[in-house]
RNA sequence: UACCCGGUGGUGUAAUUGGCAACACAACUGGUUUUGGUCCAGUCAUUCGAGGUUCGAGUCCUCGCCGGGUAGCCA
């Protein structure tokens, strides 16, 4: 495992997982000679999503923890639905969430020896070739409560299942015609013991092996062989393979190996307002919901990649979160917690009015305008300064102003007085309203020169601070503004006559303008930045180019404010 | 109704392996602040239920209750 710095975090290592309690006991009982050996095993049949980010963070951490090793294995056991574009995306996204991988492996490097150990199995009466068509495999399986029938070829005779199993791989049988089947248990109370195919005739195109192999082995029947291959020690998986955990140890035991790798099944990550199968996002990109893979308003990672979340705040959540085999549901309010965390720290900050009111300050002439110092992050003095004009006429944010102001109040409202964030205090004079529409058009202020640099000579307290930009030069960008892509919590689980499409969110995205200061402009495609009391922004890599940025919201900040408003409004 | 896995605050994880239920997020109070951001302080659960073992049980035992998974030639 090549090295990756440790998370930068608020977070305590949250203390050792059930995981990792079994591997201090297995290290002290000294089995495996002492090594640790995981693999992250996806499929390559589609991208990888924060639910995958969990099992990475946990494999590829283990091995640093325990300073042993992970591999990354594609389980390409499927030709008909695995493409290499996955097999590429998915390195992309492991070396973007900060890991590297030991070894890269494939499944189908291991078909040979696959094929060889299923013959051992024939040759030993563990398995047999099946006629059966799979209805009929259905049929015969039994029921959750009835047992299942023998398969009338079950009895077959070792030297005519090895010649058809021969004859299988040779192509001499249609897709479906035949399968080969461990010859296990019919009336086994575990399902999954009932004779489970291991091999099935498929003719299609493997994104590597070609049409080398018309039979290709399924996941029960590969998936432990992969791990021992490789030298797994620990096989970490989804709770819901608990169920084939007998047959993973089944096999391994027929095949007789001295060291064997052990499975053991954690809770899949679920996250609010969003899904996290790979059907489903499918549907969204497929049926148009969003824009493909990688829109940003998806929990895929190249889709949280391009919406601006740094991979360290992933890493930083799924230490937050820990692992337990308890299926639950995170709030989101706990993602965007981490990502919080992390951008106060490291983003600049930057002014910007998303809905522009213009504001004249009648007692500041035309030519007059002064310099003033901006901060760009008080959470980190060595990001510097820069000057911004404070001039005649700048624009402020119309939500900054309220004709009738509600209960503490802080911000422009007739005579009242407001600092400008970085600038002088303004009082507003005159309110002029068109007279047509009644809207609000222009603030009439006047400013104090006495109040540079936070100072209020007379000790006057001014509460409300406001951002604004300079008229004269100000910048106007295209802004995207994202917001869940769901309206209720769980849209995995619709009530009855309901789909999770029915509550995608209308307004996951709204594009917008903003009023920028000058030096936003300048913003590379990538860069991420807070707007000062707005919120947390990235300059869109795909959207933008050198020169001309497209801003997109990352995430907005926290709003007490709001709260409390809405709250009052209620009582 | 067969088999497997679970159940600790609003949420997610802890608990020196039988010894004062902790941390984070959320919520609510208050303080600081040139971002109603950040930061700081405080408040918020006797662990699904009933028995049992024990000086002592979230932890061990028994019986319930509730939730999830499994009947692909998907993984």
Redesign the pocket.
Known sequence: MSGVNPDQS???D?????IE?MIDLDLESGVDDGKVQLRF?P?PNGFLHIGHAKAICLNFGLAQKYQGRCNLRF?D??PS?EEQRYVDSIQEDIRWLGFEWDELCFASDYFGQLYDWATQLIRQGDAYV?D???D???EY?????EVGRNSPHRDRSVEENLDLFMRMKAGEFS?????LRARINMES????MRD??MY???RSTHHRTGDDWCI?????W??GQEDAIEGVTHSLCS???????PLYEWFLDKIGLESVPRQT?F?RLNIEYTVLSKRKLRTLVEDGHVEDWDDPRLPTLAGLRRRGYPPEVIRAFMK????????????L??LE?AL??HL?RTAI?RMAVLDPLKLVIENLSEGEGKM?EA?N???DPSAGTRSIPFEREVWVDRDDFRMEPPR????LAPDAEV?L???YCVKVKEVIEDPESGQVQELRCVYDPET????TPDGRKVR????WVPASCAVELPVRLYSPLFIEPDPDNPPEGKEFTDFLNPESLVETKALCEPILKEANPGERF?L??VGYFVADQKLSSSGSPHLARIVP????????EK?QAGV
Do not use: M
């Open positions: 608020k977070y305590p949250s203390s050792s997982n059930f309690k095993p499929e389980d056991t499927n639905r099946c059966l068509t799979g009929e495999v259905k399986r039994g029921t959750l409560t897709d479906g015609e035949k399968t109370p575990h399902i999954i489970p195919v099935r005739i498929q290709y082995p399924t996941y029960d590969a998936h709770l819901e393979f608990n169920n084939n955990r099944e809770a937050n979160i820990g692992v337990a085999k308890f299926n639950s549901t995170i709030e309010a706990i917690n919080r965390d106060n900050r003033v901060v992050n008080p959470e503490k109040w802080r911000r600092r964030r970085y600038g540079a640099r936070g100072q409300g601070i406001i951002h807070q000062e009391r900040l926290k709003d007490s404010w709001a709260k409390q709250r």
